[in-house]
């Protein structure tokens, strides 16, 4: 089974009513073999704030070594993303292994028998992947209520309702009373309910559950939350005190609210790995910094909850859907100084949208737009809602789709000025996705090419055989909602073109590869311009990455470090990789690295091997002081410092930048004081310090994508496409450290070529490094005396002509670093490669 026909199989089971109750469920999950009693699980129960309280907990679980399920829906992506473990997401082979799997069982059900619902069967898969695996335990967020939730087919060892608000009364009941009865009944058998409900919702739980764990700001909580208030545009302070502990934590969340969930999340945690590691002593800062309970809140990032996306203008998404949400999102708006705010409004047709436009906070225009789902409000209707709540001074209009309205609304901020969009988590995953959507160069060289970009983008078997054989010129891979594909696949087609859609009906984004002539190119931006037709913003994107503009930039006139030019002189380039391929010279000063380890320990040893390599030609010198090879057993951050820092003071003064390759954020900034010029970290900013280190000093951060660090043996990750998933998960980082303040062109991304990938997909990145320019960032190719190059007849950390030749491929694709430990002979192949590319610059040893 091909996954375009899976996911058009699960996403059309959404056509099926609730029928609240997990018999249903429980018959497949027998049938599946009960996979759910091979794990704990944690249940998340509530109105508002379960998605953000569940990511938390696992965050926290996962800090503590587990192997943590996640379950939550809706995705903001791909169908993928609701089942995660360990943060990545389900392949999508998987998923259609599990369609192919359930589809008979699900099909022979009688027609007296209650059809299964989209939610009972993504949450039989959930549970299914998780036992597969084998994952210690899993976080499940409650879709609706509780005792009739598909969720309540496990037996959880602990769970919580976060708050309780009228929300379903169709299903859950006309009282705040009656629907707090409901979701109490996921109440755990050996141990307390945890809540954070008040009043008479707080009472109607204690009559169901009896024995309640409370979590409030109020003194009598068990656990008390004390918001410290926002820190920055990315994250909250808050300060938890609980049975003869407490400690200060940051949250990458925002809003008073968000503290409660966080010690919610505290709470449930405490109920799995217990509270030790919590009780240090106040004025114990280190031992904070260490607990899993404050790296897992640290690292706990949940896009669309008040994500601020930028802050000039203010641009934020939340996915707020009934009034109690709107309210919150207006009172942690209140926390930012603006000038005019727009809002684009998107909410599905059962919510109470004059509530929610009564909460939201003051506008000067409201744009209302219908979001691509059979459950969303009809604009007209919307808007007449909302015109009949607002203030009559607020302009109130409507769009044609989510996406160009708020890529409209951001158009016309000024830098001073507001955007939120908000109504509901679809439409923030619409906006999100146009937000973060890449236009990737692709290179088709022939019919084999074409056949495997096309089987990637899940294009069916028969579409992508008559189209392989036409794809040359220019070929693009997106993703777009499936109403666009359509639109945009229609012009090209009139224009000459070829196009491939995957087969996936509705749902998701879906893949289109796109080939053409760059006038057919033309011809379909220009329609894509027209207001015949109407996305402008995507015509804006290809316009780009075709380079299609013929107009100039005016570049301001910088030295190197972002120097000023002297005296009229232009110093150079900001940074060596920005006029050709530059070489980064590995130093390792550690006792076990896999190539040199031990060779350049000392201090003396290791000042002569980076003035060797300056004279060679490197334009940088990376100085390491922590293994990060298969097995390598971590060091203290103590011991990181006193390893690096005075070697970086004694090669400060070559003439080449100098970087530190560390995971932690502690040891950065050491080195930083000591002279280095750029961040590179092996984790992709695991350590949430980082991003704003690179922020705060304005130098460069390497981000590399890894499964683990140091890498685990023999550990791999299920690949759908290599590339395109190592990609995807680059971008969000990307879009983190954008967020704290790092500058797109200081960000260097690494595909982390051995990094929990196998031989063939490091090989397969290799070959496709250009594509990796889609992101807008340099690119940096590490694969020296990789293992991968076993696969090429090298050996293992011996892989000396394999990794030069390793280098010419890698600048021949379009490579902005390198880095190498044997530098003359890769500065060579730098050359070369540089060579049979016109009008690059090659790299000439100083």
Not at 75 to 96: C, K, Y
Request: proline letters at 5%; hydrophobic letters at 40%.
């Amino acid at each position: 089974m091909d996954y375009h026909e899976a996911a058009n199989f699960l996403f059309g089971l959404r056509r099926f009513a609730i029928d609240p109750g997990t018999d249903s469920v429980m018959e497949l999950l027998a049938e599946l073999g009960d996979p759910q009693k091979s794990f704990d699980s944690v249940q998340i129960a509530g109105s508002n704030g379960k998605g953000s309280t569940a990511r938390m907990v696992e965050s926290i679980l996962r800090a503590e070594g587990k192997t943590v399920g996640l379950y939550t829906s809706p995705h903001l992506g791909d169908l993928g993303e609701e089942v995660r473990i360990d943060g990545r997401p389900m392949a999508d082979a998987a998923i259609a292994e599990f369609v192919s799997e359930v589809r008979p069982f699900l099909l022979d059900r009688s027609p007296a028998d209650d059809p299964l619902t989209f939610f009972e069967v993504v949450t039989a898969m959930a549970l299914w992947q998780f036992d597969r695996a084998d994952v210690d335990v899993a976080v499940l967020e409650v879709g609706m209520g509780g005792e009739y939730d598909a969720t309540s087919a496990v037996d959880p060892i602990a769970s919580c309702v976060t708050n309780v608000s009228l929300e379903h009364t169709e299903v859950l009941g006309d009282t705040v009373e009656e629907i707090a009865r409901t979701k109490a009944a996921v109440a755990p058998t050996d141990a307390p309910l945890v809540t954070a409900a008040t009043g008479d919702a707080l009472a109607a739980i204690r009559e169901v559950v009896g024995e309640v764990f409370t979590v409030g700001p109020d003194a009598d909580r068990d656990l008390v939350v004390t918001p410290d208030g926002r820190v920055s545009s990315q994250e909250s302070a808050v300060r938890l005190a609980g049975d003869g502990w407490e400690f200060d934590a940051r949250i990458p969340l925002l809003g008073d609210y968000q503290a409660t969930n966080a010690g919610v999340a505290v709470a449930l945690a405490g109920q799995v790995i217990g509270f030790e590691s919590v009780g240090e002593t106040p004025d114990d800062a280190r031992s904070r910094r260490d607990s899993p309970f404050h790296r897992g809140l640290r690292r706990a990032n949940w896009p669309g909850r008040f994500e601020v996306l930028s802050e000039s203008p203010l641009v934020v998404l939340d996915g707020a859907h009934n009034p109690d949400a709107c309210s919150t999102v207006a009172e942690t708006l209140s926390t930012f100084a603006y000038d005019d705010l727009e809002i684009v409004l998107a909410a599905m047709h059962d919510k109470d949208h004059a509530g929610m436009a009564a909460a939201l906070p003051d506008a000067g225009r409201v744009t209302v737009c219908e979001a691509d789902l059979e459950r969303a409000a009809d604009a007209d209707v919307l808007s007449r809602a909302i015109e009949a709540t607002v203030d009559p001074e607020t302009a109130v209009e409507t769009a044609n789709s989510v996406p160009q309205a708020f890529a409209t609304a951001r158009e016309r901020a000024g830098d001073d000025d507001a955007v939120l969009l908000t109504g509901s988590l679809s439409a923030v995953r619409e906006a999100r996705a146009a937000y973060t959507r890449l236009q990737v160069p692709t290179r088709v060289e022939n019919p084999g090419d074409a056949e495997r970009v096309l089987e990637n983008a899940d294009v069916p078997p028969s579409e992508a055989r008559q189209l392989a054989d036409g794809m040359s010129h220019h070929v693009v891979r997106t993703r777009l909602e499936p109403g666009e594909a359509r639109t945009v696949r229609t012009e090209l087609l009139r224009a000459g073109g070829e196009c491939g859609v995957s087969g996936v009906e509705s749902g998701e984004r879906v893949s289109v590869v796109l080939s053409g002539t760059r006038s057919e190119f033309d011809q379909l931006i220009d329609a894509l311009e027209s207001d015949r037709v109407g996305l402008p913003t995507i015509a804006a994107e290809l316009r780009q990455r075709l380079e299609l503009d013929t107009g100039t930039v005016d570049e301001p006139e910088t030295g190197r470090n972002g120097g000023e030019t002297e005296d009229g002189i232009d110093a150079g380039p900001a940074y060596p990789w920005e006029e050709g391929t530059a070489v980064m010279g590995i130093l390792n000063v550690t006792p076990d690295s896999f190539h040199d380890g031990g060779e350049y320990y000392d201090l003396e040893d290791a000042v002569t091997q980076a003035e060797t390599m300056v004279e060679a030609g490197a334009d940088i010198v990376d100085v390491g002081g922590e293994s990060t090879r298969p097995g390598a057993e971590p060091i203290s951050i103590e011991e990181e410092i006193r390893r690096v820092v005075p070697v970086i003071e004694a090669v400060s003064e070559v003439d080449a930048l100098v970087s530190v390759d560390s995971r932690r954020a502690a040891v950065a900034e050491a080195a930083l004081d000591a002279g280095a010029d750029i961040l590179n970290d092996v984790t992709g900013l695991e350590d949430p310090e980082m991003r704003f280190l690179a922020a705060e000093r304005d130098v460069p951060v390497v981000v590399m994508h890894s499964v683990d660090a140091p890498v685990v043996p023999g550990q791999y990750v299920e690949y759908d496409d290599v590339v395109d998933d190592v990609m995807r998960d680059l971008r969000e980082r990307v879009l983190l450290a954008e967020k704290a303040g790092v500058p797109r062109e200081n960000v260097v991304i690494d595909p982390g070529l051995g990094f929990g990938k196998s031989a063939a997909e490091s090989f397969e990145l290799l070959d496709r490094i250009e594509e990796f320019t889609a992101l807008g960032c340099p690119v940096l190719v590490g694969h020296s005396h990789k293992s991968m190059f076993e696969r090429a007849g090298g050996e293992a950390g011996d892989a000396y002509a394999e990794t030069v030749a390793g280098t010419a491929i890698a600048v021949d694709r379009g490579a902005d670093i390198v880095r190498v430990h044997d530098v003359p002979d890769n500065v060579a192949a730098v050359n070369v490669a540089a060579a049979t590319r016109e009008g690059t610059k090659q790299h000439r040893p100083r």
